[in-house]
């Protein structure tokens, strides 16, 4: 296998065993509560009859590996099991929703990835210049604010005082795509501010980082004008160091999509996750974990795949 | 006719406000068409600024606050920065230090000798691509059709030099500015790197700065050399003049280095202190030693010699027991010497020291000197109290620095001098017998160098001390060794006493070496390269 | 005492908060006019004289709350961060002068833990464990473990290739002396900052935790939950329940200052 395969195989190969073993870590996690499931479930008062029936019903009579074993398979074709709340399928609960909480990141993504580097390449070519420096404390600004207090911030003036945008972001399958759109702006809105106060920070970071390369010099002492040093001489090599950054903001979306959510009563992933946790419904807990565990670490697999694609290094081999 | 280029008066200044720094204080330079200048100082001395000045382009935080850079009428110093682009590349150009570090990562050679050529408009594009294939045959490339269509990384340091060499070559500049170009390279490399510069400078009658610390090296290139330290000239000269008749005692003395002289001495008087047979060390599957025997005389220096990867550095880790060997025996004053260090007893540990080459990393910067001396003496020789202070100063009097003065300065606050003398006490205060230095003087100017050299020789007459000096500096083995020792890819080429080996080398590895070290001598390249090539 | 004339303005207002929030933490029970969870009046009362910034969903005082919440909230991410700096950065130094499989393994177990989003992390592990306050606090100890182990390992590595560490080994010198005198002190810049940098996002965890209720619980005041239990305030125009999360804000904010001043002089420093 040429090098280049072998080191891209090894990269999904590691995502796939990470993957395994965080679906693992959650199941040894709740074999390893006090007492089993079902008493955690029915409470203390629960006969030893219904307690047998439900740890029958549940599988909980199989010895653990086998339990896991059996779930992964079910899992793999798309069956997580009955939500524990509501003794509906989790796969059902889960398909309408995964698609509405893709469409929030995709939104804000397709937004925040381009003006966040567009800023950050330009507040690094414009190092220490007026423009740097309040881009920079708008970031810190920006870093510095917990989620649900930029969305509340948006909601008060661009919804309360202004009547601009819906207070909730109520979606459903009756709303029109321009609907969608309009509904959920606010929240995509906070997601693209905490987004691309981080993308911004460190797209700078990589370029600044890039420029104070030697060859950067050379390719100016040839008289090479300084756009074409940026665009020519810089990008490509700060090409690996971008693809990080933005896979890392992606996957951030995923975690701020939690709490922009709740805020806004979307109807999402993340509020399901949250409320699966307080009322410890286990196969849901375990299904949208795994769900958000998944694309982070796909993103950052296609993200380790595409910086070693774009490492000339790596592309010509010696 | 007038000057190609004519500098007057040049100053420069680094920093922020407030707490500037002078780098040039009011530099003079002139250079003809087609003259080669050399331009020669130690660390700080200035060099680099002034040739990138040369070129009106001055690093991050510099700034040119007076004088005037003509460059054939025009004023570098003031021209607009659309001037100068039109200048770079197609009337100056520039040879970087490290060319591994100068070429783009991510472009093929090629495109990059063409960038210039056609922004600049003195080629179209096939035009630029035969005569980069042209001109990497003059600087005798391999392959010269091809190696242009490989990427940096795919070339050897000595090819990616002379491949940056041809594409400053590309528009053919009136000037181009040399910065230490062979610097980085072993000294058979180095070589050839030096005969193909100086040939195509020839053929085209370019002009050139330079700009070197090796004097050796630059008394082959330049027509005329102009000495600076601290930012100042000290000596310009016709290049022959200056090597037969230096005026200023800055000159004097930097010629006077390689005047290090001692007495010759036996090595088979004295018994053995370290013997190795047979070893062989690597990591993992790469084997970076190859069978090697050696025996080192007690109170004797012997000198291990080889250009990057043969080993050496290598030779002193297993030695030393932070690599154990894989196969072999060392035997240290007869006895079987565990191979890692972590089994070894605390008086092995003892005897044998280690003095590294750079002294910035060898020392703990958070450490006082007192604290970097008193921890050895403690840890080894159990000393308390007034002994312990008293055994400080007398470390402190042995490497030739006031225990008054320095002995509670931060290491950061010390010169790469003062702290290599501090490196040698550490290894001092142990009472060793014996003292692996690794290129402890590679990192140092040479006037300082020198200096630690003589230091050493003075401590082995007065404590009996036995030496395994690694080094690459031909220079420096033929001042102080006893015994040499060269290493090629991990095996023993050749060992025997100081004056045998430089007198009479057997292998022919050794007579290419010893033939590759610059002399003091303008004619020194020539007859190398006929020797070589005959 | 000369440093500090030197710290730009923005790092002494950041030193100014934090000071104003420490103290008001450590002197809670001083400065509130009632008690933490106090019924004092009816629900959402506006600003007044007797309460200066209302009532909250359950008649309590909102500033009496704001005030034991800058005590709960701080207090609780000072020792969720304490824990987990203490642990990390020990195993990193260990990870890194140690090397070998002692690394290999430690190393592995924190990239898993880095492989999950930490809010996605804390929600799964919550969920097993339950929430409460001492819970809460392990968890997130747990989970930020990992990212101050991969700083203070890179960070020690750069000191333990250096030749001092070498020639410390060669005189025999034991792993706690080589920890201690030879490599924390030329990290200790570094993990300082670092401090700084994930006490702010420990914080903000908590909050974000708390708002979503499975952080700390209730009637503890915080400020992250002061926001969610009196967020239909603001679909009135009331800015009330943004008082807790503006002070959060302001918190992280004064303390990045600080820290981005400290990093500025380290980097100084080297140079």
Redesign the interface.
């Known amino acids: 296998m040429p090098p280049l395969m072998k080191l891209i195989s090894s990269r999904l190969a590691l995502g796939a065993v990470t993957l395994l073993a965080v679906s693992a870590l959650m199941f040894v996690g709740i074999e390893l509560l006090p007492g089993d499931l079902a008493q955690q479930i029915l409470g203390q008062s629960a006969t030893p009859e219904t307690l047998a029936a439900f740890r029958a019903e549940l599988g909980l009579d199989q010895p653990a590996h086998l339990r896991y074993l059996d779930w992964l398979a079910a899992a793999a074709q798309g069956d997580f099991g009955t939500s524990m709340a509501s003794q509906r399928a989790v796969a059902d609960l889960l398909s309408t929703r995964l698609t509405n909480t893709m469409f929030l990141a995709c939104y804000a993504a397709v937004i925040a990835v381009p003006v966040a580097i567009l800023l950050g390449l330009l507040s690094a070519l414009w190092r220490n210049s007026l423009f740097d420096r309040s881009v920079n404390v708008g970031a810190l600004g920006a870093i510095s604010m917990p989620e649900f207090f930029v969305a509340y911030l948006l909601v008060l003036f661009l919804s309360i005082r202004m009547g601009w945008f819906p207070t909730l972001a109520r979606i459903d399958e009756a709303s029109s795509f321009g609907d969608a759109l309009y509904r959920s702006f606010l929240p995509a809105l906070t997601l693209i501010l905490v987004v691309i106060a981080h993308m911004m920070r460190m797209t700078r970071a990589a370029i600044i980082n890039v420029l104070a390369a030697p060859y950067i010099e050379m390719a100016r002492l040839k008289g090479v004008p300084r756009w074409r040093v940026i665009v020519l001489h810089a990008l490509p090599n700060a090409l690996a160091p971008i693809i990080n950054v933005v896979a890392l903001n992606l996957a951030y979306l995923i975690v701020g999509v939690v709490v922009v959510e709740v805020v806004f009563s979307y109807p999402g992933l993340g509020q399901l996750l949250v409320d699966a946790v307080a009322s410890r419904d286990f196969p849901v807990v375990q299904a949208v974990g795994l769900f958000f565990a998944g694309t982070y670490i796909t993103l950052n697999v296609l993200a380790d795949i595409l910086s070693i694609l774009s490492n000339p290094r790596l592309r010509h081999a010696r | 006719m007038s000057k190609l280029l004519d500098i007057r008066g040049l100053r420069l200044e680094a920093g922020p406000k407030g707490k500037r720094t002078t780098i040039l204080h009011g530099l003079d330079l002139s250079l003809n068409r087609g003259e080669v200048l050399g331009l020669v100082g130690e660390s700080g001395a200035g060099k680099s600024s002034a040739g990138l000045a040369a070129m009106g382009y001055t690093r991050g935080g510099v700034a040119i606050t007076a004088g005037e850079i003509l460059f054939d009428g025009i004023d570098l110093a003031q021209a607009s920065t659309a001037t100068l682009q039109d200048l770079h590349g197609r009337r100056i150009a520039y040879v970087a230090q490290s060319a591994a570090a100068s070429f783009n990562p991510a472009h093929r050679l090629i495109d990059q000798f063409c960038e210039a050529p056609l922004l600049h408009g003195t080629a179209a594009r096939a035009e630029a691509e035969a005569d980069a294939i042209a001109l990497y045959r003059q600087m005798q490339l391999p392959d010269p059709q091809q190696i242009g269509f490989r990427y940096p990384h795919q070339v050897s340091g000595g090819q990616l030099q002379r491949a940056m060499t041809a594409m400053a070559m590309a528009c053919r500049p009136d000037l181009i500015i040399f910065d230490e170009p062979t610097t980085a390279l072993d000294v058979t490399t180095q070589i050839e790197v030096l005969g193909a510069i100086r040939d195509i400078v020839e053929r085209y009658d370019t002009a050139a700065i330079y700009i070197t610390h090796d004097l050796a090296v630059v008394s082959q290139m330049a027509d005329r050399i102009t000495v600076m330290q601290h930012g100042r000239e000290v000596e310009t000269a016709q290049t022959r003049k200056m090597l037969e008749a230096p005026k200023a005692d800055y000159t004097k003395s930097l010629w006077a280095v390689r005047a290090l002289d001692r007495p010759r001495r036996d090595t088979n008087d004295t018994e053995t202190v370290l013997s190795l047979s047979g070893v062989t060390a690597g990591y993992g599957t790469t084997k970076v030693l190859d069978g090697v025997s050696l025996d080192l005389p007690k109170g004797r220096t012997t000198a291990v010699v080889g250009e990057s990867g043969s080993g050496k550095s290598t030779l002193a880790k297993v030695i030393a027991g932070v690599l154990p060997p894989g196969e072999g025996k060392v035997l240290w004053q007869g006895k079987p010497l565990p191979g890692p260090y972590q089994k070894r007893n605390r008086a092995t540990l003892r005897h044998i020291q280690m003095v590294y080459q750079m002294a910035d990393t060898a020392l703990n910067p958070r450490h006082t000197v007192r604290e970097t001396l008193e921890r050895p003496v403690r840890h080894f020789l159990g000393l308390r109290g007034s002994a312990l202070r008293a055994r400080v100063n007398q470390l402190m009097e042995l490497i030739e620095l006031d225990p008054a003065t320095f002995l509670d300065r931060r290491i950061p606050e010390l010169s790469g001098g003062q702290k290599q003398r501090i490196g040698i006490a550490r290894a001092l205060a142990a009472e060793p017998e014996f003292i692996i230095c690794d290129e402890v003087t590679s990192a140092l100017d040479q006037l300082v160098a020198e200096g630690i050299l003589r230091l050493l020789l003075r401590l082995q007459d007065e404590l009996g001390l036995t030496y395994l000096f690694i080094t690459h500096d031909l220079a420096t083995v033929e001042a102080i060794a006893d015994q040499v020792v060269i290493m090629q890819r991990g095996k023993i080429v050749e060992t025997g006493a100081q004056h045998q080996i430089f007198a009479a080398p057997k292998s022919d590895y050794t007579k290419r070496l010893l033939a590759s070290v610059p002399q003091m001598d303008a004619g020194w390249l020539d007859g190398v390269r006929q020797r070589l090539a005959s | 005492m000369k440093t500090l004339k030197s710290a730009p303005p923005t790092a002494l207002l950041g030193m100014l908060i934090l000071a104003a929030v420490l103290v008001t933490g450590v002197f809670a029970p001083l400065l509130a006019p009632y008690g933490e969870t106090e019924i004092v009046g009816v629900e959402y009362e506006p600003w007044s004289a007797a309460f200066p910034l209302g009532t909250d969903n359950l008649g309590r005082d909102m500033l009496s709350r704001m005030i034991y919440g800058a005590r709960n909230t701080v207090g609780l991410a000072l020792l969720t961060t304490g824990i987990a700096f203490t642990a990390g950065a020990a195993l990193g130094m260990v990870a890194a002068l140690k090397g070998g499989w002692t690394d290999q393994i430690l190393s592995r177990v924190i990239?898993?833990l880095m492989?999950?989003?930490?809010?996605?992390?804390a929600?799964?592990?919550?969920?097993?464990?339950?929430?409460s306050i001492p819970n809460m606090v392990g968890v997130i100890a747990v989970i930020y473990i990992a990212p101050v182990f991969r700083l203070s390992r890179a960070a020690a590595m750069n000191v333990v290739s250096?030749?001092?560490i070498?020639?410390a080994?060669?005189?025999?010198?034991g792993t706690l002396w080589l920890l201690r005198?030879?490599v924390l002190?030329?990290i200790s810049s570094t993990l300082i900052a670092e401090f700084g940098l994930r006490f702010?996002f420990v914080f903000?965890f908590i909050?974000?935790l708390s708002?979503?209720?499975?952080g700390i619980q209730p009637p503890t005041a915080d400020w992250?939950s002061m926001?969610?239990e009196n967020?239909t305030l603001?679909?009135?125009?009331d800015?009330t329940?943004?008082i807790p999360?503006?002070a959060?804000?302001l918190l992280?904010?004064a303390i990045?200052f600080i820290v981005?001043w400290m990093l500025h002089r380290a980097s100084g420093l080297k140079s």
């Open positions: 990239d898993v492989a999950v989003p930490p809010l996605i992390l929600l799964m592990l919550l969920a097993i464990v339950g929430p250096q030749d001092f070498q020639a080994q060669l005189r025999g010198e005198r030879e002190p030329n702010c903000l909050a974000a708002f979503l209720g499975i992250g926001v969610k967020a603001i679909t009135f125009g800015i329940p943004l999360a503006a959060i804000a992280t904010i990045n981005d």
